[in-house]
């Protein structure tokens, strides 16, 4: 990779890490660290650490006796992380092929990240692997996407202007939310006495407009889906009626959206 590749995907991680983490992903770390009962002294690794946000809530529980590791296979997300956290060992990996030895963990996180591993079941069971026996596997994923009305009503505008594919990689992030499937997923990883809960949350973006583009301009591009500029100018232009139960005061977008969290201890 370049330098300018680099700096492209650092560039990227910041957007990354301004728009989406307070809109969305912050609000779960507390949920997350806690549900896998981190404490002091503890060895954690976050898998698709992203930039970080998990980690950091990770490292502030297990203190100076303790250390995280955070994974992830985007190297601007790391530099991203790197530049805010210097304190944790940031590392860059895929999940389906943790460099780390058998059993050395005493809790591995992976928070909104199992649902795009090229080899979900090979993941887990890495995932697995490096937990030392008695330790907690925690992960997270969005609940299905018909439960979680705002990103359903912008799914199903964008596939009705711009195609089934557009519209599936709208999904990506929630196929993963019946939890029936997660279990049977863990389940065939070799993971056992798995307890999984609901949460709510909110979702919070400044406008609609800077919700729609996020993931027209942002997210469809990384998922293979390039759509033309008259495609989305259309979109960004229903969505305000599409999208309009969802706005609050200053032109806000506010709606709920749920997460289940599934822990399991190692035996």
């Given at each position: 990779?370049?330098?300018?590749?680099?700096?492209d995907?650092?560039?990227?991680?910041?957007?990354?890490?301004a728009l989406f983490?307070?809109?969305l992903?912050g609000?779960?770390?507390s949920t997350v660290?806690?549900?896998?009962?981190v404490?002091?002294?503890?060895?954690?690794?976050?898998?698709?650490?992203?930039?970080?946000i998990l980690a950091k809530?990770?490292?502030?529980r297990?203190?100076?006796?303790?250390a995280v590791?955070?994974l992830d296979?985007?190297p601007g997300m790391l530099?991203?992380a790197?530049?805010?956290s210097?304190?944790i060992?940031?590392?860059e990996?895929?999940a389906?092929?943790l460099?780390f030895p058998n059993?050395?963990?005493d809790?591995?996180?992976?928070?909104?990240?199992l649902m795009?591993f090229?080899?979900?079941?090979?993941?887990?069971?890495?995932m697995l692997r490096?937990l030392r026996?008695g330790?907690?596997?925690a992960?997270?994923?969005?609940?299905?996407?018909e439960n979680?009305?705002g990103?359903?009503?912008e799914?199903?505008?964008v596939?009705a202007i711009?195609?089934?594919?557009?519209g599936?990689?709208?999904?990506?992030?929630f196929?993963l939310?019946r939890s029936?499937?997660?279990?049977?997923?863990?389940e065939?990883g070799g993971?056992r006495?798995?307890?999984?809960e609901?949460?709510?949350?909110?979702?919070?973006?400044a406008?609609?407009e800077?919700m729609?583009?996020?993931?027209?301009?942002?997210?469809?591009?990384?998922?293979?889906?390039h759509?033309p500029?008259d495609l989305?100018?259309?979109?960004?232009?229903?969505?305000?009626s599409?999208?309009?139960?969802f706005?609050a005061?200053?032109?806000a977008?506010?709606?709920?959206?749920?997460?289940h969290i599934?822990?399991?201890f190692?035996g």
């Amino acid at each position: 990779m370049n330098a300018h590749d680099i700096s492209d995907h650092i560039e990227a991680a910041k957007a990354y890490e301004a728009l989406f983490v307070p809109a969305l992903f912050g609000q779960w770390v507390s949920t997350v660290v806690d549900a896998a009962q981190v404490a002091g002294g503890q060895q954690v690794l976050d898998v698709a650490c992203g930039t970080g946000i998990l980690a950091k809530a990770a490292l502030s529980r297990v203190g100076e006796g303790g250390a995280v590791v955070g994974l992830d296979p985007n190297p601007g997300m790391l530099a991203v992380a790197g530049a805010a956290s210097p304190a944790i060992d940031w590392r860059e990996g895929r999940a389906e092929r943790l460099p780390f030895p058998n059993e050395i963990f005493d809790r591995v996180l992976c928070q909104f990240g199992l649902m795009f591993f090229e080899d979900r079941q090979r993941a887990v069971e890495e995932m697995l692997r490096v937990l030392r026996p008695g330790g907690c596997l925690a992960v997270a994923v969005w609940d299905a996407i018909e439960n979680i009305p705002g990103y359903a009503a912008e799914m199903a505008l964008v596939e009705a202007i711009a195609g089934k594919a557009a519209g599936d990689a709208i999904r990506a992030p929630f196929v993963l939310g019946r939890s029936h499937d997660l279990r049977a997923l863990l389940e065939a990883g070799g993971v056992r006495r798995i307890a999984i809960e609901t949460h709510s949350g909110e979702a919070r973006f400044a406008s609609i407009e800077t919700m729609v583009a996020a993931e027209l301009r942002g997210w469809l591009p990384v998922m293979g889906v390039h759509l033309p500029d008259d495609l989305i100018n259309q979109i960004l232009r229903e969505a305000e009626s599409a999208l309009g139960e969802f706005a609050a005061g200053n032109g806000a977008v506010r709606f709920g959206i749920t997460a289940h969290i599934a822990t399991a201890f190692k035996g």
